[in-house]
């Protein structure tokens, strides 16, 4: 693949589009042993039109375009999904049905489609042929996808190459009127720099050494600090290493030579994690050496997606359990509690009455059972939950004192800030479990003298009630595995108790959101907020 990768550096790039592509699809065929190639732009009514070729048998785009619309092939479902598509027994393919008789002619036996994207929309394929089965593998696809984006990038910048042709050819034919020369060198800078401004994602041109020696508006929001970054290494920059990152894959590109992609997390001071990057980078070869000489990174904040994620996996899990529980809680209950009366009535015989201590431990350790059972079914959603219409305030201040009283019990302070908020459809009971689930957590999460505040607002469509206490925080390894079931870092903890919670706001259309530092943790339950 290096071989295909460095030939096609030698491409002119400041060539028209097509003939740049017509021969980088020469290099493929040749270094792939594909027997011809094409690029195909799809309009809205599944014509095709061909964009550039090598080897093309003639007549072959007239027939297939007559035959019937590309839509309904399999390069329709390319243009669709976004994903390469391969058929290695064409004949036998009903899509393909319309060209068979030109597949026949031609002997192809493989065919492969790959999509061409634009803003995460496909507008055509690129596709090779082969007139003999050969099982493509996975790395020949990865480096299909990596062409299909080159060739992408050609297209589109179509215009612009055009213009930059022209200006080129311009300072070639002007150079001794350097007045106008340094005028269209300033207005290409212009446009080079309102293009990297335009992309809305990170941008970053690395050296061999990793200094940054480019960058794009959105790189220098996120990382700079209101510093200047061009010089400076990046990691030191976009981690405050002093070393490469862990993973790097700049660090892989510089090595291999060939693209690479990682997610890397971005962690403040006290070893939060506050963004997760998804990182593309690519080599930036010398056209005339072939060398390496650094590398572009492509830079997304995937945080949020990085959040859904992870609300869906505990979703998923919580599903699971639920079903669990619903399957097998009471089948556990049932001859535990045959267990039990038999110890009671052994221990109340006379000859038993020196092992009745042994006894009075197995019903204390079974009852401890049956309650993690019972937090156990309550996971399951095959319960009755009645929604009522009901003010989260009222809730709230209805266990108040008890609230109260738990808390001065521990020596420790609680405080309500309630404010104005809608009336909502929840089951009472469940809201009053998720409530103190969370108010317990907090008041075991703080040393005698602390404060726990309880508090409720509304923010748009949703209604927030939140917990804040003055402990220690959660520290990230913990942090990311909360409210995971029988996960507990409590000595006798379960595990379940927010697990609990998370089951039923889930229910209640809610989700459980974290702020958390050395000064305390609060957690905000969003009714109306859903996963997204």
Request: proline share 3%.
């Amino acid at each position: 693949m290096k071989k295909l990768f460095k030939d096609i550096t030698k491409i002119d790039i400041l060539a028209p589009p097509k003939s740049y592509i017509d021969e980088l699809l020469g290099s493929v065929c040749h270094h792939l042993g594909f027997v011809f190639a094409t690029v195909i732009v799809v309009d809205e009514q599944g014509q095709g039109r061909m964009f550039a070729s090598h080897n093309l048998p003639n007549n072959y785009m007239n027939i297939v375009n007559r035959a019937a619309p590309v839509l309904s092939s399999p390069s329709g479902e390319a243009v669709r999904t976004g994903n390469i598509v391969v058929e290695y027994n064409p004949l036998a393919e009903k899509r393909l049905k319309p060209w068979w008789d030109i597949i026949r002619q031609n002997d192809i036996a493989t065919i492969a489609w790959v999509p061409l994207l634009n803003e995460g929309r496909a507008f055509g394929t690129f596709n090779i042929y082969l007139s003999r089965v050969r099982k493509i593998t996975q790395k020949e696809l990865e480096t299909l996808e990596q062409l299909g984006v080159i060739i992408s990038i050609a297209m589109a910048s179509n215009h612009y190459l055009s213009r930059l042709n022209s200006k080129t050819r311009e300072l070639e034919l002007e150079v001794a009127r350097r007045k106008q020369a340094e005028k269209a060198t300033r207005e290409g800078e212009r446009f080079l720099t309102s293009i990297l401004t335009s992309i809305q994602d990170g941008l970053c041109v690395l050296d061999d050494q990793f200094n940054i020696i480019r960058v794009n508006n959105t790189v220098e929001r996120l990382y700079s600090g209101g510093m200047p970054v061009i010089g400076e290494k990046c990691y030191r920059v976009f981690n405050g290493r002093d070393d490469v990152c862990d993973r790097c894959p700049a660090y892989r590109t510089l090595m291999t030579g060939e693209s690479d992609q990682e997610v890397i997390s971005t962690r403040n001071e006290l070893g939060e994690v506050v963004r997760w990057s998804e990182i593309y980078s690519f080599p930036f070869i010398e056209i005339f050496t072939g060398n390496i000489s650094g590398v572009t990174m492509y830079i997304r904040d995937v945080t949020e997606k990085r959040r859904i994620e992870q609300e869906m996996s505990r979703f998923e899990m919580l599903n699971l359990i639920e079903e669990m529980a619903a399957g097998i809680g009471h089948e556990l209950r049932n001859p535990m509690t045959t267990v039990r009366g038999f110890l009671q009535l052994l221990g109340g015989k006379m000859e038993c009455v020196r092992f009745k201590n042994y006894f009075n431990v197995m019903i204390d350790e079974l009852d401890r059972a049956n309650t993690i059972i019972s937090k156990f079914l309550s996971l399951s959603k095959n319960g009755i939950t009645e929604f009522n219409i009901i003010n989260l305030n009222s809730v709230i201040n209805y266990i108040y004192p008890l609230i109260v009283a738990d808390a001065m019990s521990q020596d420790k302070h609680v405080e309500a800030r309630l404010k104005e908020v809608p009336d909502l459809p929840m089951d009472e009971n469940e809201i009053r479990q998720l409530l103190l689930n969370l108010v317990r957590n907090g008041l075991e999460a703080m040393e005698p003298g602390g404060l726990l505040t309880i508090s409720t607002s509304a923010s748009g469509d949703e209604v927030l009630m939140s917990v804040t206490d003055q402990g220690q925080g959660i520290v990230p390894e913990v942090l990311e595995k909360i409210g995971t079931p029988f996960y507990s870092t409590k000595d006798n903890g379960t595990g379940l108790g927010l697990a609990l919670c998370y089951s039923i706001a889930a229910r209640h259309n809610a989700v459980i959101k974290i702020d958390t530092d050395v000064r305390g943790s609060t957690f905000t339950v969003c009714f109306g907020a859903g996963i997204g």
